[in-house]
């Protein structure tokens, strides 16, 4: 199974500010996947980060707001753009391989934004 | 229209009893799976069970199982001789498809059903 960490794992931060999340798999893994979970909710993925390429955005995500790199197999990094305290959530990463059994996710990053 | 339903927000059971979450989902590919996770209040999602709408049995993993009935499309987790560290939100999630070399792999997730477990 894949092990997949976080930085940082908590964060406050001020509105209008950025930051960026990494994310690290012990193994190559073929997909990286960013989700959100606001504050008692369940999780939406924000996008698919793709080796070589631009991410893909779901519906309701930008790229000039949320940036994604993802330079190689085992890492990749989410940025939250001028932040807003509507941002506050739980940032989690994910990653795993075509038609796997399991999907592993990283700790999560608690983002507050006051 | 929801395509994963977890209709239980919270649920109470006491220590070493059985306990059934329930989830139902939504699909018309005939290829896709099934995940349930655990998130602790320390916010980290954990793997518990797959389940592929291909597979013959029912998936079980030490106490947790799955009851896959595709018919109905629902796909309920089961957790047997509850344990007070088994209280945690649990998530059921559906990826669709399954396997494809083409496809993306994101899951979607129901809302999750609290689950608290009594001494």
């Known amino acids: 199974s894949a092990v997949i960490s976080q930085k940082p794992s908590r964060d406050i931060c001020q509105r209008g500010t950025s930051l960026t999340i990494q994310c690290q798999v012990d193994s190559q893994v073929t997909m990286m996947f960013w989700y959100r979970q606001q504050p008692g909710q369940s999780l939406t993925l924000i996008a698919t980060a793709n080796q070589g390429s631009e991410a893909t955005y779901e519906s309701g995500f930008v790229i000039d707001k949320f940036p994604i790199s993802r330079p190689n197999l085992t890492f990749s990094t989410l940025t939250v753009s001028n932040m807003s305290p509507e941002d506050s959530s739980i940032y989690l990463c994910s990653g795993g391989e075509q038609g796997a059994r399991e999907q592993y996710f990283g700790p999560g990053t608690r983002l507050t934004v006051t | 229209a929801q395509k994963i339903t977890q209709t239980q927000p919270g649920m109470f059971v006491q220590e070493k009893e059985a306990v059934t979450l329930d989830c139902t989902y939504d699909?018309?590919?005939?290829?896709?799976?099934l995940f349930w996770y655990k998130q602790p209040s320390s916010g980290e999602m954990i793997f518990l069970i797959y389940?592929?709408?291909?597979?013959?049995q029912n998936a079980t993993e030490g106490r947790y199982s799955l009851n896959f009935q595709k018919a109905r499309k629902s796909a309920n987790l089961v957790i047997s001789a509850s344990q007070l560290g088994d209280s945690a939100m649990y998530f059921c999630?559906?990826?669709?498809?399954?396997?494809?070399?083409?496809?993306?792999?994101?899951?979607?997730f129901g809302k999750g059903t609290k689950l608290s477990v009594i001494p």
């Open positions: 699909t018309s590919d005939p290829s896709y799976g």
């Open positions: 389940q592929g709408s291909y597979d013959q």
């Open positions: 999630a559906m990826r669709e498809p399954a396997y494809s070399g083409a496809g993306s792999y994101q899951l979607t």
